[in-house]
């Protein structure tokens, strides 16, 4: 017997049902909550953090949102290739939506209705009777199923198939029902699968008449290139160019319009993303007005180089965003696939020799603080606590490992070295030699050498952008230590290529935040995933403390069990020293023209660029004149 809560009428009796059992859920018909009650009732206007009185029209305008500066297909799901921008939010929609002023809650989008087994072992999405493709066909649970078994395919990205490792079953009930049956107990189990985008079967079928770009005849999924998507997105692709740009037209047929979680946004009439060749590029091209927003990452950059005659007329603005996102972990990633940092005590000398205090001063304006954990401005960081030893709780969940662990996971938790007075770059860097003298490296015919007499040499990946600065900073350091350092610097294209295949010896990488971790981590950091190629696990970790650990992350039943099981599990990763980290900010860095307008009240948890293109919307006066 599957139970819910709810509001609506047909529900009153269950409700007494679950009153009567003593159970209490944390979910409700009209969406779920991993932890808690969820924060929007059933039958709310539109989150706050939107505004439902925001005109709709005119175009936005913005550069390429990371390095990529041609693209090869419209699929974003595959392996293969590069896929347009914009096309995961603005075309492709799920069964729930999250909240961004909460921390693990998902409201129905495709579904309109949510039903959790009372052992949690199951969940049960109706879809809403309006849901439509953009070719007029209602969004069936088949079709829900149908995108459910291509992300499992091998075209996929590996990523889906280890989020949806638990997913035990997947069950078309009716035209309109769909059921996922679980392994085991894991609250954020109906998050992740009613997270996963939705298309048509018809996305990729021909035609039948040979002047179609395909001849007319069937594409699989993984072979997709530039058959336009069929899916329920508010947005579709009016024309592109693969090396200079996409355009994307708001669906006027666009069925969720009226829906309170979209109520207030996507608010353009057309998004258009254009492509630069590099970052100094870009940037010029907004200070000369050729688009209307940007996203800044480096620090020099917001401090230098966004002035002008544009900005001193107040044509345009730049603005700092507060947030409460968790800094996630960004570092410079070690591959132990290569023997090379096999060893802690090389990986250890290795994160000496990075000045951060240096950088910050020189490079970045004082802008950013250390990174000391891969759960960093969130309380789910073992750096969060008082004592920097473990807790009760903690110590519970690593002694059953203790055989499995290094003793010093048991103390106090190790800063990331500093050199801040009485520390000293000098002094770090004799540590550092004493630690690989000890692994068996010394220096000898001008260079760190092992017993066989071979050069500690590594590569250095890079793919043009803005860590060429701090990676040369970092290499000289190594160089007083007798190790060489090759900066490689390929395109993006390139550079996705080897990461996928695991083809690198060390790469600046930023692992994404999470307020609520869960099965991502098995991508991330699991055993399983470090011969997947493609995965997340582009360290190459195959620990079974950490695998243990991840496991205690997934079963915990409240948010207290979340926060000690990600403290155990985030003091284990950084013992481990597989990242040197680098830095983060607590706000987001926006410039932008004046004629952008966006809501009173900021989100708690968001991304920049996925806020632009969701909340603001342009000023009727110009988007009026940009339509003439």
């Known amino acids: 017997m599957s139970v819910r809560v709810a509001t609506h009428k047909r529900a009153i009796a269950l409700v007494s049902l679950l009153a009567a059992i003593c159970v209490t859920p944390a979910w409700a018909a009209h969406g779920y909550a991993e932890y808690g009650d969820l924060k929007y009732p059933a039958g709310f206007s539109n989150f706050g953090y939107l505004n439902p009185k925001a005109p709709i029209g005119g175009m936005l305008l913005l550069g390429n949102p990371d390095r990529r500066t041609s693209f090869d297909k419209f699929n974003p799901f595959t392996i293969k290739g590069t896929s347009a921008p914009g096309l995961n939010q603005l075309v492709f929609e799920s069964l729930l939506i999250t909240s961004w002023d909460e921390t693990a809650s998902g409201y129905g989008l495709l579904a309109d209705d949510v039903t959790v087994a009372p052992d949690e072992l199951s969940v049960t999405f109706h879809i809403n009777s309006r849901a439509r493709f953009s070719n007029?066909?209602?969004?069936?649970?088949?079709?829900?199923?149908?995108?459910?078994?291509?992300?499992?395919?091998?075209?996929?990205?590996?990523?889906?198939?280890?989020?949806?490792?638990?997913?035990?079953?997947?069950?078309?009930?009716?035209?309109?029902?769909?059921?996922?049956?679980?392994?085991?107990?894991?609250?954020?189990?109906?998050?992740?699968?009613?997270?996963?985008?939705?298309?048509?079967?018809?996305?990729?079928k021909g035609s039948g008449k040979p002047d179609d770009p395909d001849g007319g005849k069937d594409v699989a999924f993984d072979k997709l290139t530039f058959q336009d998507p069929v899916a329920s997105g508010p947005y579709v692709i009016e024309r592109f160019d693969p090396s200079r740009g996409i355009t994307f037209r708001r669906n006027p047929d666009y069925w969720g319009r009226d829906l309170n979680v979209r109520r207030g946004s996507f608010n353009f009439e057309r998004i258009q993303y254009k492509l630069y060749k590099d970052e100094t590029a870009r940037l010029e091209a907004f200070k000369a007005g050729e688009y209307d927003a940007m996203v800044e990452y480096r620090a020099k950059n917001w401090a230098k180089s966004y002035v002008g005659v544009k900005f001193r007329s107040g044509e345009l603005i730049k603005s700092e965003f507060p947030h409460r996102n968790g800094a996630g972990m960004q570092g410079f990633v070690m591959n132990l696939r290569r023997p090379l940092f096999q060893d802690l005590r090389v990986r250890k000398a290795l994160a000496l020799a990075l000045d951060f205090e240096w950088l910050n001063r020189q490079l970045f304006y004082g802008a950013y603080r250390r990174l000391d954990s891969y759960f960093a401005n969130s309380e789910l960081a073992a750096s969060d606590s008082l004592t920097g030893m473990p807790s009760k709780g903690e110590l519970a969940l690593l002694e059953p490992l203790r055989s499995k662990l290094d003793?010093?996971?048991?103390?106090?938790?190790?800063?990331?070295?500093?050199?801040?007075?009485?520390?000293?770059?000098?002094?770090?860097?004799?540590?550092?030699?004493?630690?690989?003298?000890?692994?068996?490296?010394?220096?000898?015919?001008?260079?760190?050498?092992?017993?066989?007499?071979?050069?500690?040499?590594?590569?250095?990946?890079?793919?043009?952008?803005?860590?060429?600065?701090?990676?040369?900073?970092?290499?000289?350091?190594?160089?007083?230590?007798?190790?060489?350092?090759?900066?490689?610097?390929?395109?993006?294209?390139?550079?996705?290529?080897?990461?996928?295949?695991?083809?690198?010896?060390?790469?600046?990488?930023?692992?994404?935040?999470?307020?609520?971790?869960?099965?991502?981590?098995?991508?991330?950091?699991?055993?399983?995933?470090?011969?997947?190629?493609?995965?997340?696990?582009?360290?190459?970790?195959?620990?079974?403390?950490?695998?243990?650990?991840?496991?205690?992350?997934?079963?915990?039943?409240?948010?207290?069990?979340?926060?000690?099981?990600?403290?155990?599990?985030?003091?284990?990763?950084?013992?481990?020293?597989?990242?040197?980290?680098?830095?983060?900010?607590?706000?987001?860095?926006?410039?932008?023209?004046?004629?952008?307008?966006?809501?009173?009240?900021?989100?708690?948890?968001?991304?920049?660029?996925?806020?632009?293109?969701?909340?603001?919307?342009?000023?009727p006066e110009s988007a009026q004149s940009a339509a003439k």
């Open 136 to 204: 007029g066909d209602r969004v069936r649970a088949s079709d829900v199923k149908y995108s459910y078994d291509m992300l499992m395919g091998k075209g996929a990205s590996p990523a889906y198939r280890s989020m949806t490792a638990d997913v035990a079953k997947v069950t078309v009930v009716d035209a309109s029902t769909i059921r996922y049956e679980f392994k085991r107990k894991n609250k954020e189990l109906p998050l992740i699968v009613g997270g996963l985008p939705v298309f048509s079967p018809k996305w990729g």
């Open 407 to 619: 003793p010093e996971v048991f103390g106090v938790l190790s800063a990331p070295p500093s050199t801040d007075p009485p520390s000293s770059l000098r002094d770090n860097l004799r540590q550092a030699r004493r630690l690989l003298a000890q692994a068996g490296w010394t220096y000898a015919d001008g260079a760190l050498r092992n017993s066989k007499g071979e050069p500690f040499v590594f590569e250095m990946l890079d793919d043009g952008g803005a860590m060429s600065r701090v990676m040369a900073a970092y290499a000289r350091n190594l160089e007083k230590l007798g190790i060489q350092v090759n900066q490689r610097m390929t395109d993006f294209a390139l550079y996705q290529k080897r990461l996928e295949e695991f083809d690198f010896d060390m790469i600046s990488l930023r692992f994404p935040d999470s307020q609520s971790p869960g099965n991502e981590l098995k991508d991330r950091f699991g055993s399983a995933a470090a011969d997947e190629a493609g995965s997340d696990n582009v360290i190459g970790l195959k620990s079974p403390a950490v695998d243990a650990l991840i496991d205690d992350v997934l079963r915990a039943d409240s948010r207290d069990e979340l926060v000690i099981a990600s403290r155990a599990l985030d003091r284990v990763l950084m013992q481990g020293c597989y990242v040197i980290p680098h830095w983060y900010s607590a706000s987001h860095r926006v410039a932008y023209n004046k004629n952008l307008m966006y809501p009173d009240r900021l989100p708690y948890y968001y991304s920049a660029e996925a806020w632009v293109l969701t909340a603001w919307w342009r000023t």
